[in-house]
């Protein structure tokens, strides 16, 4: 007698996926299409957000295990707590297993051939992490979730994408180089800045989303962001 639920719930969970899924699509198409030089295979790409999606497994097993160690050694309501939290747990892992799954999926690709690929892959590998992530937050939480991370937390991933993106590609260029130091530097480089970006994001959100500290944060972000994939792109180069 309930089968008449079944296609409603069936088409309200499709439109709730279709929501979540939209915002990062679109930012991955803004990105791809910026790339002015050689574009990416449909295969680079399909992998690339694989990465990004199994990133974010790899992301949930370390926090699970480092929240646990925290837990034991600094009292929740201190001071300190959510400093390392969102700093050293939260951020660190989901931009480290990013860049792990990245790297293994496309430093010695063939494909890697321009300093702006390495922003087109790191932005594609972080909104296959944001789009797996946000599909399991509206599943949950419904459509008011999906129309506030489409605006802040799928773009904040694109954005700390393209902070990585861009010492990324300049790891590449001075590998191929043979300066070895440099790119050490650059590799450091793009895990340690998108972390404190996105541990920054992560504070101010917890403790002042929606007031005028948190705007103006997501908005230089965003700009400066945005300004970057041009900049980079216009001055894109073969490596």
Same mark, same amino acid.
């Given at each position: ?7 409603? %719930?069936? *088409? ?5 996926? %279709?929501?979540?899924?939209?915002? #990062? ?8 299409? @910026?790339?002015?030089? $050689? ?16 990133? *974010?497994?790899?992301?949930?097993? $370390?926090?699970? /295990? ?21 700093? =050293? ?13 990245? *790297?293994?999926?496309?430093?010695? @690709?063939?494909?890697?051939n321009c300093q702006y690929d390495g922003v087109v892959y790191a932005v594609f590998v972080s909104l296959g992490f944001a789009l797996w992530e946000n599909i399991s ?9 999906? /129309?506030?991370? &489409?605006?802040?937390? %799928?773009? =904040?991933? &694109? ?15 001075? $590998? ?6 440099? &790119? ?10 998108? #972390? ?7 504070? /101010? ?9 948190? /705007?103006?944060? %997501? ?18 180069? *073969?490596?």
């Open positions: 007698m309930f089968y008449f639920l079944v296609p409603s %719930i069936s *088409s309200y969970d499709t439109v709730l996926v %279709i929501a979540a899924v939209l915002p #990062a699509v679109f930012l991955m198409v803004k990105v791809y299409r @910026s790339d002015r030089l $050689e574009k990416e295979s449909a295969g680079m790409l399909w992998r690339l957000v694989v990465a990004g999606v199994l990133s *974010s497994l790899l992301a949930l097993v $370390e926090e699970r /295990i480092l929240v646990a160690v925290l837990d034991l050694t600094v009292t929740p309501y201190s001071r300190l707590y959510p400093i390392l939290l969102y700093f =050293g747990i939260v951020a660190f892992a989901e931009e480290s297993s990013k860049y792990l799954l990245l *790297s293994y999926s496309s430093w010695r @690709s063939p494909e890697f937050y509206v599943m949950n939480y419904g459509f008011r979730t999906a /129309i506030l991370r &489409a605006l802040t937390a %799928i773009p =904040g991933h &694109a954005c700390f994408g393209v902070f990585m993106g861009v010492f990324y590609g300049m790891a590449r260029r001075w $590998e191929n180089r043979g300066l070895r130091e440099r &790119a050490k530097t650059c590799r450091i480089m793009a895990v340690v800045l998108p #972390a404190l970006l996105h541990g920054a994001y992560d504070y /101010i959100a917890s403790t002042r989303q929606g007031d005028v500290g948190f /705007i103006l944060f %997501i908005v230089l972000l965003f700009a400066l962001s945005y300004g970057l994939v041009g900049r980079m792109a216009k001055q894109d180069l *073969s490596i």
